[in-house]
């Protein structure tokens, strides 16, 4: 199993602390979204579980636990991740029950001898009875079992958790492994540059940007951004265009852009939105804050076209200091 090259410090620990049968009995392992966190656990979940590990500490993939395990029926691997419902949709949470059934599987010995791995993935997706549940599995270890929580938002977990997990959080890599990492996924260099800019450094959201074709939306955003600078286009056109397709993601396109305009600008070089020196930079800041904080607000009860239309007046008119 090949895992993404700026992992390599963190596999390198983990297995080491593995083969010396050192590994806490939960680990929090969490970052953005697109760093690897999921590869990350299920490289652990595999050696763990794994007869005979390679020399780099990854799984054979050919013994008896991992075939087991890649057929999805190794009896002391458990991932605890959305069930559906009775209508066969998706549960939004991780539920009480899922975690009763979990204590009760982990009062069981462990069928193979070995190592008992559970991943509880998204973890921060625990409501609060759950949460509440697994305190009590935490509160008593046993030697043998190891979970791994996995998040994108840590800080949603309660603080009990989290303080009874030893944490593992996941960086944006260098921009040099990140476009190196992304080449390999067969992206042209100028792309790959591009699309790291639009997901600030984040690798697999880089990749996400290219194959969902964002890199197109943003240079709409930037458009929409520039047209209303120049009074080619109302706030309120622009506002229902937003609100109407793809509205956070435009936001986080406008959020972006305006954060590259000032770095832009901070480099001495001309504006592309309209804008002129240097003097721009803490509006565009303020900008950025604003944008992030309209997404937000695209989750409460109030009107997206109003939340936008908000949003763009501000960057319409031009203010003083
Ligand atoms: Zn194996």
């Known amino acids: 199993m090949t895992l993404p090259s700026w992992l390599g410090e963190h596999w390198r620990q983990l297995s080491a602390r593995l083969q010396r049968n050192e590994l806490p009995h939960a680990l929090l392992i969490c970052g953005d979204a697109g760093l690897g966190k999921r590869a990350l656990a299920s490289a652990l979940a595999k050696a763990a579980l794994c007869d005979s590990r390679l020399g780099d500490g990854h799984a054979c993939g050919i013994c008896r636990a991992c075939q087991l395990l890649s057929a999805g029926s190794h009896p002391d691997h458990v991932p ?6 009775d209508d066969g949709k998706l549960r939004s949470e991780i539920t009480v029950e899922q975690i009763r059934k979990l204590s009760q599987r982990l009062s069981l010995s462990t069928q193979y001898g070995g190592l008992q791995v559970v991943i509880i993935d998204p973890a921060d997706k625990m409501n609060t009875s759950a949460a509440n549940a697994l305190l009590k599995t935490l509160e008593e270890p046993s030697a043998s079992t190891v979970i791994l929580l996995v998040s994108d938002r840590p800080a949603r977990l309660p603080a009990t958790i989290r303080s009874r997990c030893q944490r593992i959080e996941l960086r944006n890599p260098e921009p040099g492994l990140a476009r190196g990492w992304l080449e390999a996924q ?73 954060r590259d305009e000032a770095l832009h600008l901070a480099n001495g070089k001309p504006g592309r939105l309209g804008l002129t020196g240097a003097k721009e930079i803490p509006k565009l800041a303020a900008w950025f804050a604003a944008a992030n904080r309209s997404r937000e607000l695209l989750d409460t009860q109030l009107r997206s076209e109003l939340v936008m239309l908000d949003l763009l007046h501000t960057w319409q008119m031009p203010r003083r200091p």
């Open 80 to 85: 605890i991740e959305f069930e559906p419902r």
């Open 186 to 258: 067969g992206v042209t260099v100028e792309t790959a540059e591009a699309a790291l800019a639009c997901a600030l450094g984040n690798p697999g959201e880089a990749l996400n940007a290219i194959n969902s074709n964002a890199m197109g939306l943003r240079d709409e955003c930037a458009k929409d951004l520039l047209g209303l600078r120049t009074a080619r286009i109302s706030a309120l056109t622009v506002a229902e265009a937003w609100a109407g397709d793809r509205p956070a993601q435009r936001l986080w396109h406008a959020a972006v852009i305006a």
